[in-house]
């Protein structure tokens, strides 16, 4: 699979104490993508500014489609895989599931891929940068929810402020910021 940096930060960054918890929470619960909430926090870290809604509505286009039809059809298949039984035995799930864990990963560097393309046409706003880079992912992050028209709750708003924390370990974020 051709590297990228994209790649490189979101696996170093996902390691980070609490972002894959908070991540995986928003996914599930929100329904948010991981990818996307990276691209967020990376775009800002590289100076790319702040996304504004219509830049948003592109790079959720542009992956919508694998995101629906791939990456969450072998997301389900690995997580049915380690929940049930499934009359298979133990030993050969062993070596099976970590196949589809290769292949549900590569998916996600492709859709990294994807959106990393996008990011060398991005520019920032009319406006440019609100800043610091911990102000352009809070407002990139602000565009994502609002693309998806998701009410903003407090467990939202601790997913986040983990998320940023891990981001810009100095910054401050009263709850405000991100909520």
Known sequence: ?????????????????GV???????????GLNVNVILFCIWGAETGRGM????????????????????????????????????GIPEFLLQTFVPQIETVELEAEQVEQLVLAELAQ????????????????????????????????????????SVILHAAFPGASFPPAAVS
């Open 20 to 30: 894959a918890d908070a991540c995986l929470f928003v996914q599930d619960r929100y």
């Open 1 to 17: 699979m051709q590297v990228h940096p994209f790649w490189d930060f979101s696996v170093s960054f996902y390691r980070k104490p």
């Open 121 to 160: 046409g991005l520019i920032p706003s009319v406006e440019g940068s609100s800043g610091p880079a911990e102000n352009d992912a809070v407002g990139s992050l602000k565009a994502y929810i609002g693309a998806l028209g998701i009410t903003q709750d407090a467990q939202l708003t601790e997913c986040l």
């Open 51 to 86: 996304l504004t809604s219509v830049q948003i509505n592109t790079a959720l286009h542009r992956v919508a489609d694998w995101e629906e039809q791939v990456i969450k059809p072998l997301r389900e298949i690995r997580r049915i895989c380690r929940q049930e039984a499934l």
